[in-house]
Nanobody
Framework: QLQLVESGGGLVQPGGSLRLSCAAS????????IAWFRQAPGKEREGVSC????????NYADSVKGRFTISRDNAKSMVYLQMNTLKPEDTAVYFC????????????????WGQGTRVTVSS
């Protein structure tokens, strides 16, 4: 079964940090590029970051560059999103997703999705 399961969300104060984890099926980790998306209430789903299947080359949305870091551990079938210097506007449900297309942060290019984990940045 091809699946992605996110964890690590929660409530954090502005300026704080969280690390999100995405547990992926072995087949997805070995063959697909993995990305993180987020969706805030009343807004469209937004691509945050993606990482290649083999070289771990990364791409980031301008809104998170310098604050977020994506990484993967293929041996553990895991992809992570380290989020630092969090802002209230980072509040959203965060999803991991898998695609055959490298470097895209367009949701329509992603075939497999997790259920999401909620991140709330508030004092």
């Amino acid at each position: 079964q091809l699946q992605l399961v996110e964890s690590g969300g929660g409530l954090v104060q502005p300026g704080g940090s969280l690390r999100l984890s995405c547990a992926a099926s072995r087949f997805l980790v070995d063959n697909y590029h993995i990305a993180w998306f987020r969706q805030a209430p009343g807004k469209e789903r937004e691509g945050v970051s993606c990482i290649t299947v083999e070289t771990s080359k990364t791409n980031y949305a301008d809104s998170v560059k310098g604050r977020f870091t994506i990484s993967r551990d293929n041996a553990k079938s895991m992809v992570y999103l380290q989020m630092n210097t969090l802002k209230p506007e980072d509040t959203a449900v965060y999803f991991c997703a898998a695609s055959r297309i490298w470097s895209t942060l367009q949701a329509n290019d992603y075939s497999y999705w997790g259920q999401g984990t909620r991140v709330t940045v508030s004092s």
